[in-house]
Nanobody
Framework: QVQLVESGGGLAQPGGSLRLSCAAS????????MSWARQAPGKGLEWVSGIYSDGSDTYYADSVKGRFTISRDNAKNTVYLQMNSLKPEDTALYYC???????????????WGQGTLVTVSS
């Protein structure tokens, strides 16, 4: 049973920072790329970032490039999203998702966590 549990969401001010964590279990974590996606209120899902299975390559949506950093610790079965220079438009439910073996597909996300809410507001 694949399980993905996000944490670290909350309220941040514009320009602030937040770090999200996703604890994974039920599969060989180190063999799979992982992604973060988000859903703003009333909006569809937006892919945010992805990381290769061994962490050697990372990918970002243009909307977050230069502000967010994805990383992973395979020894801890955990993927992170460091969010800096937050903007109100970053407000969304953030989901951790299991991607393809190895590479980041952005679309072939076959397991999802429950989401953690990030609110950016002054």
């Amino acid at each position: 049973q694949v399980q993905l549990v996000e944490s670290g969401g909350g309220l941040a001010q514009p320009g602030g920072s937040l770090r999200l964590s996703c604890a994974a279990s039920g599969f060989t974590f180190s063999s799979y790329a992982m992604s973060w996606a988000r859903q703003a209120p009333g909006k569809g899902l937006e892919w945010v970032s992805g990381i290769y299975s061994d962490g050697s390559d990372t990918y970002y949506a243009d909307s977050v490039k230069g502000r967010f950093t994805i990383s992973r610790d395979n020894a801890k079965n955990t993927v992170y999203l460091q969010m800096n220079s937050l903007k109100p438009e970053d407000t969304a439910l953030y989901y951790c998702a299991k991607d393809l073996p190895g590479l980041v597909s952005r679309g072939a996300l076959d397991a999802w966590g429950q989401g953690t809410l990030v609110t950016v507001s002054s």
